[in-house]
């Protein structure tokens, strides 16, 4: 078999969040792969991250919510001579309304990318990092992860699914020299809350925090090998606080978050 470099591959990679971790893991000199469904995006971004130090910076312009998705991500990093030692899975969206009156397309496009697309992914190159005994997954959750949620209900619950999958996999893998961690920001000021409009939900009356400071704790806590990272301490605050409130009352305080 031909022997190929290390890689870290960040999905969602064209702003926001993703787009900051791109240059916190430039800062590394290593090569970095990003990938997107916005190819003018991923240029700008590749752009600033080698002027941020990247040693190699590759773009890959996919929607992951597609099936065949992962499939044609491995060819790709194949082609390149690329192995994947660091996996960022921050691709995923959120859309606020009620379950029965969303879009039924748009609700499971939402399960095909928060979940199965990262779900594979993690399957697709968590035994090459075992078997190296070398590397590490960052997946991106959500504070939303904490609480059930009321008028954006499948998002809330993809991120628990983040949540439990990532510290799930922690565990079943710290021995092996592998590190697996789950970032949770709260309200982050990127284009997610256009997307999911959230644009005059009572959330968006709570403490933000931008992207670049998200990126920076993430980096941080996942090099610290933390196995869940909560950004911010209100935040903080907020994820605690959840697992004592009992689950009708917590239902109904995010409904009323959610809520104009």
């Known amino acids: 078999m031909a022997e190929t470099s290390a890689a870290t591959v960040i999905t969602g990679a064209s702003g926001g969040i993703g787009e900051a971790l791109a240059y916190e893991f430039a800062r590394e ?24 130090g990247a040693a190699r910076v590759e ?17 790709t990093l194949a082609a390149l001579g690329l192995h994947v030692e660091t996996l960022v899975n921050n691709a995923g969206y959120g859309l606020r309304g009620r379950f029965d009156a969303l879009d039924e397309a748009d609700e499971i496009g939402m399960v095909d990318l ?16 075992v078997q190296r005994r070398k590397g590490g997954i960052v997946n991106l959750a959500s504070t939303a992860a904490f609480a059930p949620g009321p008028l954006m209900a499948v998002y809330y619950a993809s991120k628990a699914y983040v949540l439990s999958l990532s ?5 079943e893998v710290r021995r092996q020299g592998v590190v697996v961690t789950a970032v949770c920001p709260g309200i982050t000021t990127t284009g ?6 959230m644009g005059d939900a009572r959330m968006m009356r709570l403490p933000t ?12 806590g996942y090099r610290a090998r933390k196995i869940t990272v909560v950004t911010g301490a209100f935040n903080q605050i907020m994820a605690a606080s959840s697992r004592l409130a009992p689950p009708g009352f917590l ?7 959610n809520s104009a």
């Open 251 to 257: 239902a109904a305080m995010t409904r009323r978050m």
């Open 59 to 75: 773009t890959v312009t996919l929607d992951l919510a597609q099936p065949q998705a992962v499939d044609d991500l491995e060819e």
């Open 209 to 220: 925090m931008n992207a670049t400071d998200v990126a920076a704790l993430a980096y941080r």
């Open 114 to 129: 928060n979940i199965r697309a990262l779900t594979v992914l993690c399957r697709r190159f968590l035994p090459g990092m």
């Open 167 to 171: 510290r799930a996999l922690a565990e």
């Open 192 to 197: 997610f809350q256009a997307r999911a409009h």
């Open 29 to 52: 000199r290593g090569t970095l792969v990003l990938v997107a469904r916005g190819g003018d995006a991923l240029a700008r971004v590749a752009m600033q991250a080698k002027e941020r």
